[in-house]
C-alpha cells in the first residue's frame, strides 16, 4: 500500500513539471539565453560599418571602461534618476492621499470603484501614443502653446521641448499621470489590509484622522511602500517610450532628458553589441542589486 | 537555483565594482594601446572592405526569376513605374506584374534608418535566400549610396545590359554618386535634384515691391543680402526660412572638404559659415529652429505659416508643398523660383541592381525605360513636374515655352534647374554624410537655442556620429 502511495506521488510531480514546461522553454530561449549572451557581447568589439561587419574581437573590459570614462553612463544614469524622482514624489504623495480617501470607511466615498477605475486610466494607453499625444499638445504651435498666448499668458510661443527643466518635467509627469492610478491601488490594498480594529481603537482614544494616518497607517504600510518605491525605481531606470517620443529619440535639449535606455538605443544604428552589451550589464547589475533589496526584505516579513 | 544566481549575480556586481575602482589608473595606459589597436585595425579593414570589391568578378545574375522583388521607402518610384512603364500593371498597393514576372514591392519607411536597416538585413541573407525572395532592385538616396554602391552587393549596371551608350545622356554628377571605387557604374537615376530658392509670391511683392523672379534673385544673390533681405522680411512679420535648416544643404553642398577625413571628423568651413548666420538669424526671429518635415516646419506651405522661402528642388515642390491641399499656397499658385544664393542638390534616388539578381534584363529594361529613354523623360516631366536625367530632353524642354508649372504659377523653372545642375559636384560624398548630417543639425539646434555654447554642440554631435559610426575619431 505504501509504495503504491508514493508513486502516486511521484506521478503527481510528474505533472507538476509537464506544466512548467512552457515557462521555463519560454524563459530559457528568450530571458536566460539572451541574458548570458549580452555579458558575453559586452566582451567584443562587435559593430557594424556601414554594411560591413567589424568584429567580434574580443577586447575584455574595454567597452565598460570606454562607458564609464567618456561620461556617458554617470550622465545618463543621473538624467534617468532626475526623471524618476521628478516624477515619482508627486505620484507617491497623490497616490497615498487617494488611498487613504478610498480605504477611510467614515468617508464613504460613493462611486468610489468609478474613480478607481477612472485613475487607472491612463496606464492603459500605450506610453508611445501617450508621449505623441504630448508631443502635438506642447509642439511650438501646438494647442497649449496657442491657448497660453491667447490668455495673453506669453507672447511667444513656449519651447518645451528646447528648454531642459520644461522638457524633463513634461516626461516626469507623463510617468506620474501613467502610474499614479496603478500604485494607489497598490497603496489601497496595503491599507485595507491594516487590521480595523486599530483604526477603531484610535478613534475610542480621540486621535484625529491626521495622526491615525501619520501614527497607524504610514508605520504599518512601510513594506507595501517599499515594494512600490523598488518597483517603481526599477521600472524608472528602464525608461524609454516616453522620453524617446517625446524627444524624437534625441534627448534633447543637450541630452538631457536622454536615459538610459535611449543610450542603448543609440547602439542599434551600428549595431554595436559589445558597447550596448556592457551597458546592459551595466542595468542589470543595477537592477539585481535592486531586486535582491527586495527580495531579502519581503523574506524577512515572513519570519 | 535563486540564490545560486543572485550569488552570482553578486560576484559580477563586485568584480565591476572593484574594476571600475581601477578605472583611474587603468585608462591612461589603455588608452594609447586602443588607439593603436584601431590604427593597426583601420587599413586591414579597408582591404577587407577593398578586396571583395577588387575580385568581384563573379556577379550572379540570371534571368530566370518569376519574381521581382524592389525595395524602397516611399510610393514615388512606384507611381513612376505604374504611369510610366511600358507593360506594368498595377495588382494592389504591394504588387504589380510585368508580362508574366509578379512585382513585389517592399516599401519601408525611412524613418529611424528603417529602410536601411532592413536593406541590410535583407542583402546580407541574399546569398541564401530562396530565389523568390531575392532582392532584384533596390533604391538609395546620395547620403548614403555609397554604403552600398561600394560593396560586392550592388552589381554593375554593365553586368545587367545598360551600356555606356545608354546612360550618355545622364548628368555626370548623377553617375558620380553611384561608382564605386574602381570606377564601376552601379546605378543609375531618372532624376536629378538641383535646387532652387522657392520663394513665396505674396510676401515678396509686399516687401520686395516685385515678385518677378529677377527682383527676387538680386534679394538673395549672396548670403550677405539674404541676411538682409531676411531683416526686411521679419519687420513685415515673414520668417525668411521655415527653420535654419532650410538652408544647412546649400551651404554643406559648397563644401571644400569631406565630412569624414582619414578617419576623423571634419567641419568645413562653410558648415562652419552656416552655423555664424543661421545664429544670427535665429537670434533675430528671422527664421526658426524646427526640424525639416516637423509640423513646425510644413506650416510655412500655407499662407497663415508666413515663411518667405525654401530651398528645394522639383520633387519637394510636386511632392512635398501640400499641393493638393486647396488651402496651400501651391494650390494657388503662390511660389516662384530664382536661382538662389548658392548652387545645391538634394535628394535623388537612384536604382540599383542587387547582386544575386534572377530578374537581370528586365531590371536593366526598367533601369534603361525609365533613365535613358527619352521620350518616357519627358512624359515624366510633364505629368510630374520632375526634373529628369536626361541633358538634350532637359534643354529642350527648358527652351520650350508651351511647358509650365502649376505650383509655380504657369512659369517655366526649367532652365534655372538646368543652369544649377551643371554646378553640382558631388566629389565630397563619403558614406558617412548622411548620419553626419543629421547629427549636425540636430547637435546646432541646442546652440541656436541657446542651450548650449558652439563648442559643446560640437561635443554632442561628435559623441552622436561616434555612436552611429564608433570607427570615427574627433
Known sequence: MAKAKKSQVVKYNKWGYIFLIPFVLVYLIFQLIPLFTTIYNSFFENYRQGIVQVGPNFVGFQNFVTIFTNGDIPTYFSNTMIMWILGFVPQILISLLLGAWFSDTR?????????????????????????????????????VNSLM???????????????????????????????FGNTTILLMAGMLGIDSALFEAAQVDGATSTQVFFKITLPLLRPILLYVLITSLIGGLQMFDVPQILTNGDGSPMRTSMTLIMYLNKHLYSKNFGLAGALSVFLFIITGILSLIVFKFTTQEEK | MKKKLLSALLSVAMVSALLVGCGDSAPAAEAPAADTAAEAETPADDTAAEAPAAEATEWTVSDDGKVLNIYCWNEEFKSRLTDHYPGYEEVDATHGKIGDVDVVWTIVPSDDNAYQNNLDETLLGQADAAADDKIDLFLVEA??????????????????GVTDADVAEQYQYTKDVVTDSNGQLKGVSWQGCPGVLIYNREAAKEVLGADDADTVQAAVKDWDTFQATAAQMADAGYKMTATANDSFRVFSNNVSTKWVENGAINIDANIKAWVDMSKEMVDAGQTGTADLWSDDWSAGFYPEGKVFCYFGPAWLINFCMAADDASSIAAKGGWGACKGPQGFFWGGTWICGANGTDNASLVADIMK??????????????????????????????????????????????????????????????????????????????????????????????????????ELTY
Open chain 1, 107 to 143: 468617508l464613504r466615498l460613493k462611486c468610489a470603484s468609478f474613480f478607481k477605475t477612472v485613475i487607472y486610466m491612463p496606464n492603459l494607453i500605450m506610453a508611445s501614443a501617450f508621449a505623441m499625444l504630448f508631443f502635438t499638445l506642447f509642439s511650438d504651435i501646438g494647442p
Open chain 1, 149 to 179: 498666448i491667447q490668455m495673453g499668458l506669453i507672447s511667444q510661443p513656449y519651447k518645451f521641448l528646447s528648454h531642459t527643466i520644461s522638457a524633463r518635467g513634461l516626461v516626469a509627469f507623463m510617468n506620474c499621470l501613467m502610474w
Open chain 2, 369 to 470: 525605360q525609365l533613365t535613358c529613354n527619352a521620350d518616357i523623360m519627358t512624359e515624366i516631366v510633364k505629368a510630374d513636374d520632375d526634373f529628369v536625367n536626361n541633358q538634350s530632353a532637359m534643354d529642350a524642354m527648358a527652351a520650350d515655352a508651351s511647358y509650365s508649372s502649376k505650383v509655380f504659377g504657369g512659369i517655366n523653372p526649367l532652365p534655372m534647374y538646368v543652369e544649377g545642375v551643371k554646378t553640382i559636384d558631388l566629389s565630397k560624398l563619403t558614406n558617412y554624410d548622411q548620419g553626419c548630417n543629421e547629427e549636425f543639425q540636430k547637435a546646432m539646434k541646442d546652440y541656436f537655442e541657446g542651450n548650449a555654447t558652439y563648442e559643446e554642440a560640437l561635443d554632442v554631435f561628435y559623441k552622436g556620429v561616434t555612436e552611429k559610426y564608433p
Open chain 2, 143 to 160: 547620403d548614403y549610396a555609397l554604403k552600398y554602391v561600394d560593396t560586392p552587393y550592388t552589381v554593375p549596371v554593365t553586368e545587367l
